[in-house]
């Protein structure tokens, strides 16, 4: 079955620290995407990236990078030297189309504090 | 601002009821998505229309429906409601089916808490 877990409820962090926001997920499928969204406490959710199953390269935006290892099934969003504007809930996501449709799993989310 | 634009805001209402949620995708967007984001269930995909119609099917109570209009703006309904029913519904669209090239645009959502 389709599952993505995000085990870190909360976690809080001195500005300018590294952090590093994990995400394991469990699919049958050979074709999925994985997406990491924000969530600020305005509450609307923010597009971050997309990886698709068959692209294992890792990602750098910024700030922001982002370890797909499918050997481990995870797909780990790590923040550079953190700021208080990067405190927000962040969910890791799962599509597959099992069935020829594609379907969303979202994870429980890991807020993050950022502290001044 | 996403350009999804969500109606309304707000809604109280009480057990037994039925509410109207409303959802306007962006412009040129085709496929309208429904999440429930509760404080236990965390977020979870509803239901999806593509172009007027239904694609895809998540963890949609039988007391929910939706549906999607020729102007591609989509309503979720949602009636018999109950306490449990009470959290933050999510719409977002996207501009095609397929996430390898689409990916999903969400609005501020509407915050609905039944009494």
């Known amino acids: 079955a389709q599952k993505v877990t995000q085990a870190q409820t909360e976690i809080s962090v001195v500005e300018k620290e590294d952090v590093t926001l994990d995400c394991v997920y469990e699919?049958?499928?050979?074709?999925?995407?994985l997406f990491w969204y924000k969530q600020p406490p305005s509450g609307e959710l923010v597009f971050l990236i997309r990886?698709?199953?068959?692209?294992?390269q890792n990602e750098i935006s910024g700030r922001y990078s982002w370890n797909f290892q499918k050997s481990t099934s995870s797909f780990n969003f790590t923040i550079t030297a953190s700021q208080v504007v990067d405190s927000a809930v962040y969910f890791c996501?799962?599509?597959?189309?099992?069935?020829?449709?594609?379907?969303?799993?979202f994870g429980t989310g890991t807020r993050l504090k950022v502290l001044a | 601002d996403s350009g999804v634009t969500q109606t309304p805001k707000h809604l109280i209402t009480a057990t037994g009821q039925r509410v109207t949620l409303r959802c306007s995708p962006r412009?040129?967007?085709?496929?309208v998505y429904w999440y429930q984001q509760s404080l236990d269930q965390g977020l979870q995909f509803l239901i999806q229309?593509?172009?007027?119609?239904?694609?895809a099917k998540g963890n949609i109570l039988e007391r929910f429906s939706a549906q999607q209009f020729p102007d591609l703006h989509s309503e979720l309904n949602l009636s018999s409601l109950e306490l449990g029913d009470s959290a933050l519904y999510f719409c977002?669209?996207?501009?095609?089916?397929?996430?390898?090239?689409?990916?999903?645009?969400f609005g501020p959502g509407t915050r609905l808490t039944v009494t």
């Open positions: 977002a669209s996207s501009v095609g089916l397929d996430p390898s090239s689409h990916e999903q645009y």
């Open positions: 699919t049958r499928d050979t074709t999925y995407y």
């Open positions: 990886r698709n199953s068959f692209d294992e």
């Open positions: 229309y593509y172009n007027g119609e239904e694609r």
């Open positions: 996501a799962l599509s597959e189309a099992p069935s020829g449709t594609y379907k969303y799993i």
């Open positions: 412009s040129g967007d085709l496929s």
